[in-house]
């Protein structure tokens, strides 16, 4: 069992630092919510009194935090760099989706210092983090990526190896906008269909079997009724929220600046998730942006 | 087994009506090109000298024309309108992909003299219509499909009653914008995963299994070596053209002008097609949009 | 002074043929609302029976009519096409903004027949109709267009020769499809600056000034306050409903699709303007569109 | 007369820096590249050894530098950072196009320390800059503007004060946003007009008269032989490349995601940038676009 250094404990962060503990690792868990440090610690974690406390003498220091510039900072370039502490022989998991150049550059600089820093943000929402099926893509060499994959298949079920450094960031940021397109589209189709008078539930079937076919017919339906236990069953509570859909667009616009890669698509999604956060729905599930879409 | 009339023996419709004779059903088959014809009587078809005679006496007849207009002609307001031929007992079957409104439009003027038309587009391409795997979207009561599904059956696999006069076009309109937007948007995720070092193959793996899971992903992957047997693999060749997503794609702009449902997600789909035609594409699979993306 | 047939007598077509009248002309006028016919006729013009009455013995006959279909039914098609009544002498000037294809369709019946049929339609609003002052982009040979020009000076102040038969709209549908991209990348724009807390009326006077200057921005301001006298200091009120160019966009996507011509511009317009539509704004001013754009 | 500190003697800071010269002022000229430096010394400027060097004792210093983290690494967080030796009675004017949150990140860096640093980011190309008429727009106190004023009125024609720190970044980005939008739109409007065979001149002044003028149709028509001494009747060399509209819309992209702005028009535009400079367009003149529309 190994000694896991776990910096952020926040609604995905902490249920994967649990799924450690519950897996028998030594955890040192990490928080600037003495709440969130609370929840781990009740099921067996260790309360760390620091992010250094966390990390020293760990065998891996797994980190899940809001953005990039938070990231470079704890470990690189803020007043007391993570990468003094953490021993060579130690594996830095960064779990946050950030952007992809940031990725590639924290790691360059914990290599040039002897160190390994690999980038696996995730997927699969809280509901994932909490019952372990994550998916993780990951950007790391082979053998960064066997020395993770035990600790990855803790916290969830389909481990990706995307690349190398910072492929991770670039396949989420890829996914996670192609995601964007097809919810959109969708949501477009059923309420053009239903706006002729189609039945939503019967125009979902034909186009799931047809070549409109796509992760949202199937499992994430953004119609309330036509499917059960899916937020637009739900008012569009829980699930994934557009501001993090938003924030993600970001990401992604970000990428395809960078890479000069042309983003129509991408860009056009991004817009009507703007548009549908403008009016204060920042909160509900991203599903919910067919409400953009309708009659008032 | 049944006496069919069938008009338009073109690349879809000459192996529909193949398999209608392949099933001992008594097709009298018509087409302006005699060379289709041809091919139709070679498989023990008979050859029609006119429309007129394709209809007069027949249980059935299906029709397969290139737009709304020659539907509309045909059957309705041209010289020597079929529907003063056909059988009050006879079920008339319009396979053709027109806009929404003809279709509602003629059906209702059949109704009015006592005839029976419904519209039944279809899926699937050239291979699906010779193997008998189409999909049929079809507009009708209950009635009229239950007595269409038997000859459906012949000529394809899944067939969906969308709903009443209409529905099987506006179904299909709705599917195939959101194919267009499916294909679209994994063209260009996939071309920013490879600007930025990803392995196609690799990224579409991890799609596939992730939220970015879709119909493209699944069977039609747009990068050239990623599946075999597919258009992309073999120079963008055959499958289902450029041209013909872009007229599907002006009838889904004419559903939504008619209907007023914003589509804002086809519209970027539709430009992108409409750039790629441009550029002296129309003739290749549709999949092939992804060379719009890519650097030249 | 010439005897002018005018069909069509709405807000635009009324104040249009009084005009006329103002001008000394025999103004036979009709309308299917009588009331719209009083009016004309309390300023001095006569009522026609019919429209074939109005047309009978016409120099000019002018058409002001919502819709391609009607224009095409009441001269050509229709069960008394006007097409039988008017002398080979006369020449008919549509105003009505329909879709090019029609026009040119129902001109190129009339040049069968003997008879001169122009496009000629208008923009300029129910004020530019009142004063005299509206433009006209004309479909003619030039021929017709000396022919035409002194009843239109009556009636505007811009006289565009577009080009032949079917120029007039086409030239309207670029004109209108421009002008929905640079009101709402005006809008978006002052959006932007505003919610990075830049003055409206600051940013507009530095932009008008350079590269971004537009008629938007030169006399028709969308945010309140900045301008007096534009329907956005008062309410969206009066103006140029979003119902209207919801309904030139879609002519300009019929004549893109007919043309295959690349529209993503004109296609987002078009977007933004369907989805500020649905949420009941159809009868506001189209500068109401950066309402859309605006957090609530 | 000013001692004047002048980083960055590129194609725009070079001739900026020698009007600055010929008004008389003693400008201390620094630039990596030593040929852009003797062209300064050539015109009568002084060569300074450094940066430092530069801006030693300087009244004002104009720097002019490619993007936001050479700013910030030059005054604020580099190595030997400027502000260690800038007077404090001095006058810092970074006419650098960066992103908004820099510039204010950094000028409120300076007045922590006692300095005073404003944007005033410019447009009126490499022309503008040699004949001393470019635009500036400015993001400063009421003070620190008037203290600006005379240095810039001798580089530019159009001064404006845009409002508080960043406002000057904030107003160009919005402002070749809308350039971008205009561009585009004229250009898909023109190319369907040509499509249906319209005269792109005809149509020019039609529109430039209608509710559809704007700048592009004043000045910079983007079809070749409409317009003389514009790029686009020069093979689009010179002018306004494709990479810098590239650039700037990526600043406006940064922007909108930072303030949450919806921008579907300008999204577009990028999008459509994106795809002409794919192609191996980066370097011609951004209304080079309108090649993206054409058939070919």
Sequence with gaps: MATIGFIGLGNMGGPMAINLVKAGHNVKAFDLSQAAMDTVVAEGGNA?????????GADFVVSML???????GLFQTGDAPLFD???KDALIIDSSTIDAATAQSVSAAAAERGLSF?????????????????????GATDEQFAKAKPILDVMGKNIFHAGQS??????KACNNMLLSILMTGTCEALNMGMKNGLDPAVLSEIMKQSSGGNWALNVYNPVPGVMEGVPSSNDYQGGFQVDLMYKDLGLAMDLSQQSASSVPMGSAARSLFSLHKAKGNGGLDFSSVIKLYQDQ
């Design 85 to 87: 502490l953490i021993s």
């Design 166 to 171: 910072g492929a991770g960031q670039i396949a």
């Design 118 to 138: 690999i980038d696996a943000p995730v997927s699969g929402g809280v509901g994932g983090a909490v019952a372990g099926t994550l998916a993780f893509m990951v």
């Design 48 to 56: 760390a009194a620091s992010a250094a406390d966390a990390v020293t």
């Design 66 to 72: 809001p953005a990039g510039k938070h990231v470079q």
